[in-house]
Each structure stands twice: as C-alpha cells, then as structure tokens.
C-alpha cells in the first residue's frame, strides 16, 4: 500500500485554489504555447493533450509499447471497484472513494515561454473528466466472496473480466492461494520473516512448498473495513494489470485471515534500503542502469500497458531490486488509471508522500502523469546525490539541490561516495533529466518516454526538444518568464512542509 503521509492537506484551502486555478486555466485556454512541444516527444501528442493523436507502433526489446493509440479511457481502479456493499460485509455503505472530477469547460492553462525554447504553437483544450457512475450492479462483497468460493482455487478468470473489462481471453499468471499455505510459507507471519513495514502493510519473506521465495504483503491499515477492501482490490486490479520487467510481479492473493498480496521476492528489498543502508555505496554504473530501469517502468506504466496508469508514489522504498538489481515498482495502492482523453484529474485527499510530491498536486489537488515524472525526478537526484528525498532535519532535497542545479554544479550534487568513480557524461545527463523532471510546471516535465530516449543518449531527441546541452538544464532559462516563479514554487513547498508537519 502506499504511504499516505500528506493527507487531506487543508482540503477546502485546496478545493478553493483548485477552482481558482480551473478558472485561470479557462481565461487561459486559448493561450497556447509549445510547452507540450517542449515537454514532450515532438513526433507525437502529450498524452495531457486531448487530441488524442495515433502513434506509430514501436515496441522495445521490454515489450514497451510505443503506440498509445488503444488506450480506453477508463475510471480509477478505485471506482472500478467502488461498489455498493450488501451482505455479508460488515456494511452497508459503499466504501469511500476519491473522486475525480474536473469542470468540463475549463481549459489547461499553458504558460508562455520566451526565447529560443519556443518552438512552434499548438492549441490545447483541456476536455472533460467525468467518472462514470458508481456501479450498483455488484459490489465488493460479491468479489470477496467468489474470491472465497473455493477454499484453495479460486477461478480468477471468473472475476478478472469485471476488474479488467476488454479483456476477452483472460488467463491470470496468479492465483488465489490458501491461507494455511501462505502460513506454512512465512512461518506462521514469525516477526524473523517481517522484512517490511509500510504506512498500510506489514510484509513477510516466505517459501513456498515449492522451494519459491514470495513475499507476503498482508494489510494492517487501521479504520473501516470496507476502505481496506476497496484499497486492496483496487491495488490488487492494478498489480495483476501490471506485466513488466520493471514492475513488481503479482503471484497472487489471500482474502482469508486478512487480506494478502502474494508477491514475487525482491532479495536486495528497496532501493531505499540500498542507497541509504549501511552496506557501502552503490556504484554508479548501477545508480544508472537503475534510474534507465524504473524510467522504463513508468514509460510502461503511463502509454505501454494496456490501461495506463498513474503510480502516484514513486519513491525510494517503492522500487524493489531484483538478484540482478533490476529496479521494480512496487507498491500500487494509490495507483490510478490514466483516462486518455483528459490532461488531468483533481483527487481529494491528497496522499502521497512528501518530497517526492510535485507542486501542483500537493497544492491543489492535480495529478496527470507528471505527477509521476516529478516524484522520478526526485529519484534521479537520490541516485546522484545519495541524499534522502527529505533528510533527518526535514530538509527537502528538491530545494537543496535547486541552486546547485542552477549554478551547474556537478560536483556538489554529486554522492561524494561515488568519488570520481562515474561517467561525466552520463551524470550530466541524468542531472539535466533530473531538472526537467522536477520543473515547476507539469505541462514542461517531459514525457517518460522522452526520459527514456534521453537517458539512452538519443540526442536527435534531446536537439528537438529544444534542450541546448545536457549540462546545461533548460527550466532555468524559462524559469523568469513564468508566472508561477521558482520563488513561489519554494513558498508553496515550505507551505507544504509546514502543513505536512502540523498532521
Ligand atoms: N516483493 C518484495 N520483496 C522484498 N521486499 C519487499 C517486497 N515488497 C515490499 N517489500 C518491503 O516492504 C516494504 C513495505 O512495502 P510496501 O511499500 O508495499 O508497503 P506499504 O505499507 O504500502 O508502504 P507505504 O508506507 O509506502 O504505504 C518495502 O519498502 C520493501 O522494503
């Protein structure tokens, strides 16, 4: 499950800026810069836009699908799953779920940039996001219970059509497993099997009879029962969604004697743990093929994967390594779907954790999947630096690393474990992604599918992005002619900060 440190942050001073912000984007609406041009990969439409342009087929040797051109616009998995509750589960009323909602005639506000960065003009309507209606005709209890119809196996290809509608010929790579089972794995949930403890979830190493490691993802969050039933179908859709090398592999569930999450077995846990454990620095050859490997995950994630997704909690302890130290992203309990034909969605409360969340989400509310690319900025900079995203003083890193970043200076980024022991080149590189990524404006991160080809060294695409050098990172130049200032990105943050602290 996802942390949710930063929870309802003044959730009416929210609401009230979201509206304000709903209203500037509509005066705005017909100002159109190419800051979607800027951002995005210039041979096809930001998937913020809402013209919906097709995409040539590409797919990588990941199975990364450079054509986003299936994507159906759906609602979260939260309301895909929010149903009314009867029966046997312990109430009546429908489990509480964020709504998403924008004002259909508002339109995104896009700023205008000066100097060399324009690069051509593009108009952009931001269109409606309407949820559909809540579902009566099921609801959670009827999950549970075929969940629970057989004690051992559960016919997942019975209830997955209704989590994964379109899906035809479903043949899930999970299972339902027996609580016994999963008992017998983990030693009875022994505390010598506990590797980790989030916000929501305890979990457990395990062996299976079979000789295969599992880690064992078992639900604690406190409050109502229906909330956790909700947040553990709408984690377990997404996972079982989810097939990538970079993402963290669903093996299958439990609903007896808790609700558990059986997971393939990270042996090295979190990054994290690895960055800022006790075990000696991580090279920088590693740093990298990490920060390309999540990079890949979340190019999967928001135009790859059949439903795209927005994970909304990338950060650190979220990505598991493999034996190899291949990054996974894990941890998919605040993750929504991306609806294709909308550039954002305004959710209440505010979850997430604080210094990977970008600012316009934790000020009013907005997610698209730059929220996503914000937060994985955030990442790059704990790569390079070796720093927490907030340090033991609550110091934010986005705000230590800002000025060095501005004055281009590698060498105060940089982790000084790493010694001279990097690429130049490569580190530049990743710093100059690093201040895209965290740019004040969403509508200037770029997509991570230009992440992705940056970070591979395509530097055709670096040159049509209008970036001038690797070591030179472009948000400052735009910065000035901004309204929403650096200044006032820092405010907002240490606003932030304080409200974060008085929780
Ligand atoms: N598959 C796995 N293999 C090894 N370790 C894992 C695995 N899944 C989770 N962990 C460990 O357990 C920790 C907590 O897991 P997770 O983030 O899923 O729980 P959570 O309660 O949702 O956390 P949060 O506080 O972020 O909401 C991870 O940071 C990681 O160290």
Request: proline share 5%; aromatic share 6%.
């Amino acid at each position: 499950m996802a942390s949710k440190e930063v929870q309802g942050v003044n959730q009416e001073e929210s609401k009230r800026r979201s509206r304000e912000l709903a209203h500037e984007d509509c005066d705005n609406s017909g100002s159109v810069t190419d800051a979607a041009a800027l951002s995005e990969d210039p041979s096809s439409d930001s998937s913020s836009s809402c013209e919906g342009a097709k995409e040539v087929p590409e797919t990588d040797s990941k199975g990364n699908n450079y054509n986003n051109s299936e994507c159906i616009e759906q609602s979260s998995p939260r309301a895909v799953l929010d149903l009314s509750v009867s029966g046997s589960v312990d109430s009546d009323e429908s489990s509480s779920v964020e709504q998403a909602t924008t004002d259909p005639s508002r339109g995104l506000h896009w700023r205008n940039l000066i100097g060399g960065l324009i690069l051509s003009r593009k108009k952009l309507m931001a269109r409606a996001v309407t949820f559909p209606p809540r579902s009566k005709s099921a609801g959670l209890k009827r999950y549970l219970g075929r969940m629970r119809s057989s004690r051992n196996q559960i016919d997942c290809s019975a209830i997955a059509p209704e989590i994964f509608p379109g899906i035809d010929k479903w043949r899930p790579s999970w299972r339902s497993f027996d609580y016994d089972e999963l008992c017998a794995a983990t030693d009875r949930f022994s505390s010598d099997n506990l590797i980790g403890k989030g916000g929501h979830a305890e979990v457990y190493r395990g062996r299976l009879a079979d000789g295969q490691f599992v880690a064992v993802k078992r639900l604690t969050k406190a409050g109502n029962k229906e909330d956790r039933i909700s947040d553990f179908l709408s984690e377990l859709g997404i996972i079982a969604h989810v097939n990538h090398p970079n993402a963290a592999q669903l093996l299958g569930f439990s609903v007896e004697g808790g609700l558990h999450l059986v997971l393939q077995f990270s042996p090295h846990g979190s990054l994290a743990s690895v960055l800022h454990g006790a075990n000696g620095a991580l090279k920088w050859k590693a740093r990298f093929s990490i920060a390309l490997g999540i990079a890949e995950g979340l190019f999967y994630l928001h135009e790859g994967c059949h439903r795209h997704i927005i994970h909304r909690d990338i950060k650190a302890s979220n990505i598991l390594l493999t034996e190899e130290y291949q990054p996974q992203i894990s941890d998919f309990g605040l993750a929504k779907w991306l609806p294709d034909k909308c550039t954002h969605q305004v959710v209440f409360p505010i979850e997430g954790t604080f210094g990977y969340m970008a600012p316009e989400y934790f000020m009013h509310g907005i997610i698209n999947e730059k929220t996503d690319v914000f937060a994985y900025g955030v990442l790059l900079l704990e790569l390079v630096t070796g720093r927490k995203a907030v340090d033991s003083s609550r110091q934010s890193l986005v705000i230590w690393a800002k000025p060095l970043l501005e004055s281009n200076n590698m060498k105060g980024l940089v982790d000084p474990s790493l010694d001279v022991g990097y690429d130049p080149e490569e580190m530049a590189l990743t710093l100059a992604v690093a201040s895209m990524c965290i740019h004040h404006s969403s509508s200037l991160r770029p997509s991570m599918r230009s992440v992705v080809r940056f970070l591979k060294g395509d530097r055709e695409s670096l040159e049509l992005m209008g970036k001038p050098k690797p070591t030179k990172p472009p948000m400052f130049d735009s910065c000035d002619s901004e309204d929403y200032t650096r200044t006032s990105y820092l405010n907002d943050l240490d606003k932030h900060k304080q409200l974060a602290l008085e929780q």
